[in-house]
């Protein structure tokens, strides 16, 4: 039997040759920090490693060097300086998106 993988050439993929704004970027990567954090902070889980999570926050600096303002928790990460995300908000947004996040970790094993 084949494998769906056959099926599929990467060109297919609509993620594969999809291009972010910068806006998009930054608010992917302050979705990963505020998630990542709480999980770290305050549930004393994580899903990547130390190493990672520092290439993430040191991405998401420069990003926001070229646009901070994306109405997206632009406050909570004006003067963030990608050290720690010890201090950012962990409202129900962040809480609910985290709790999915390890559920997926414990049913996926990632």
Not at 43 to 52: R, T
Not at 63 to 72: A, N, R, S, W, Y
Request: aromatic share 12%; net charge negative; proline share 3%.
């Amino acid at each position: 039997m084949r494998s769906l993988d056959e099926f599929f050439e990467p060109e297919d993929d609509p993620m594969v040759n999809s291009v972010q704004t910068l806006s998009e970027k930054i608010r992917q990567r302050r979705i990963q920090m505020l998630v990542h954090s709480y999980l770290y902070y305050e549930m004393d889980e994580n899903v990547v490693d130390d190493h990672k999570w520092q290439q993430w926050a040191d991405e998401l600096v420069e990003l926001q060097k070229q646009k901070m303002d994306i109405g997206f928790y632009d406050d909570a990460f004006r003067d963030w300086t990608g050290a720690s995300g010890a201090f950012l908000p962990f409202d129900d947004w962040v809480k609910e998106r985290a709790k999915k996040l390890l559920q997926l970790k414990q049913i996926n094993a990632i």
